[in-house]
């Protein structure tokens, strides 16, 4: 399984950014797609996930009405929007995949990518 990132940058607060993870090496649709973050200094967290064919999502609370997370059949990806970025919102965000339910992903997530910064300045 491979998961490539891509779409962080530097952005202001309020700003948006979408955030892409392109997936490949196996059928995921009975797998669970997330998206999970580290700020400096602090352990990483997670921000959204959803089950690959699935409508229902999960979120941190921190990111709740803020951030969507869906998914592409099509292209075999999955994206993350942003929206009212905040400071707080910095950190390395990484794409993260399992197979089976969403709780399980986000408590042991099984394929990770390599990480695409984001950046919200004040």
């Known amino acids: 399984v491979q998961l490539v990132e891509s779409g962080g940058g530097s952005v202001q607060h309020g700003g948006s950014l979408r955030l892409s993870c392109a997936a490949s090496?196996?059928?995921?649709?009975?797998?669970?797609m997330g998206w999970f973050r580290q700020a400096p200094g602090q352990e990483r967290e997670f921000v959204a996930a959803?089950?690959?064919?699935?409508?229902?999502?999960y979120y941190a609370d921190s990111v709740k009405g803020r951030f969507t997370i869906s998914t592409d059949n099509a292209k075999n990806t999955v994206y993350l929007q942003m929206n009212s970025l905040k400071p707080e919102d910095t950190a390395v965000y990484y794409c993260a995949a399992r197979y089976g339910l969403p709780f399980l992903l986000r408590s042991s997530p099984e394929y990770w990518g390599q990480g695409t910064h984001v950046t919200v300045s004040s």
């Open positions: 090496g196996r059928t995921f649709s009975s797998y669970s």
């Open positions: 959803k089950y690959w064919t699935g409508s229902i999502t």
